[in-house]
T-cell receptor, first 116, second 112 residues
Framework: DTGVSQDPRHKITKRGQNVTFRCDPI?????LYWYRQTLGQGPEFLTY????????KSRLLSDRFSAERPKGSFSTLEIQRTEQGDSAMYLC??????????????FGSGTRLTVV | SQQGEEDPQALSIQEGENATMNCSYK?????LQWYRQNSGRGLVHLIL?????REKHSGRLRVTLDTSKKSSSLLITASRAADTASYFC????????????FGTGTQLKVEL
C-alpha cells in the first residue's frame, strides 16, 4: 500500500484518558502534517514536520497535545487527559520535497476520536 | 483558523447538471487547491491553480482564480452521483510556511 495510513480508524475513550494515534506517510514524502476536523468544518492545522523536525505548531495544539516523528518516518499524535471538546476527526497528510505548493497533500483516512 | 469561506454551504443538483462552488479567502497566496471528501473519509487532492494562473482544467473540473477579488470557483460539469461529496478549497498562503489553510466546505449532493 503506497498511501498514507492512519491507525486506529476509530477510538472511543473516557474523558481524562490518554490516547495516541499513528500515521505512516508515503515513504518518499519528507513532510507530514496533522489536522483536526470537526463536523461541518474544514480541516484545521495542528502541526507540521519536515523529516524529524517539528517546524510549526498551531495555537490549537494545547499543552495536552504532543506529536513526534522519530527518524522522520511514522508520526504519533498523543492527547493527554482527553476532554469532550477533543472529539473530532484527526487527519494526517504528507507531501513530497516540493511541498504542498507543487503537489498538494495526500491524506490518510483519518482517526475519529469520540470522548465520552 | 479557517482561511476561506465557501459558498454555497450545500448544493443539491440532478445528475448531468453542472455544479459551481465558490471560495473566498483573505490573504495573498502562492496557490489555491481544491479537495474532495467523501463522507467520513480523508480528503483527495483534485486540482491546484497558481496565483499567476486564471483558469485551469482537469477532466470535468474547471477552476478559476481571481486574485484581485481573492476568490476562486470550482465547476464540475456533467455531474454524476459519484460526485456527491464535500468540496474544500485550500490556500497556500504567501509566507504561510508550507502548509495549507482550508475553507469551510461545500456539501454537494447529486441526485439520480
Amino acid at each position: 500500500d503506497t498511501g498514507v495510513s492512519q491507525d486506529p480508524r476509530h477510538k472511543i475513550t473516557k474523558r481524562g484518558q490518554n490516547v495516541t494515534f499513528r500515521c505512516d506517510p508515503i515513504s518518499e514524502h519528507n513532510r507530514l502534517y496533522w489536522y483536526r476536523q470537526t463536523l461541518g468544518q474544514g480541516p484545521e492545522f495542528l502541526t507540521y514536520f519536515q523529516n524529524e523536525a517539528q517546524l510549526e505548531k498551531s495555537r490549537l495544539l494545547s499543552d495536552r497535545f504532543s506529536a513526534e516523528r522519530p527518524k522522520g518516518s511514522f508520526s504519533t499524535l498523543e492527547i493527554q487527559r482527553t476532554e469532550q471538546g477533543d472529539s473530532a476527526m484527526y487527519l494526517c497528510a504528507s507531501s513530497s520535497r516540493g511541498g504542498p505548493s507543487v503537489y498538494g497533500y495526500t491524506f490518510g483516512s483519518g482517526t475519529r476520536l469520540t470522548v465520552v | 483558523s479557517q482561511q476561506g469561506e465557501e459558498d454555497p454551504q450545500a448544493l443539491s443538483i440532478q445528475e448531468g447538471e453542472n455544479a459551481t462552488m465558490n471560495c473566498s479567502y483573505k490573504t495573498s497566496i502562492n496557490n489555491l487547491q481544491w479537495y474532495r471528501q467523501n463522507s467520513g473519509r480523508g480528503l483527495v487532492h483534485l486540482i491546484l491553480i497558481r496565483s499567476n494562473e486564471r483558469e485551469k482544467h482537469s477532466g470535468r473540473l474547471r477552476v478559476t482564480l481571481d486574485t484581485s477579488k481573492k476568490s476562486s470557483s470550482l465547476l464540475i460539469t456533467a455531474s454524476r452521483a459519484a460526485d456527491t461529496a464535500s468540496y474544500f478549497c485550500a490556500t497556500d498562503e504567501a509566507g504561510g510556511g508550507n502548509k495549507l489553510t482550508f475553507g469551510t466546505g461545500t456539501q454537494l449532493k447529486v441526485e439520480l
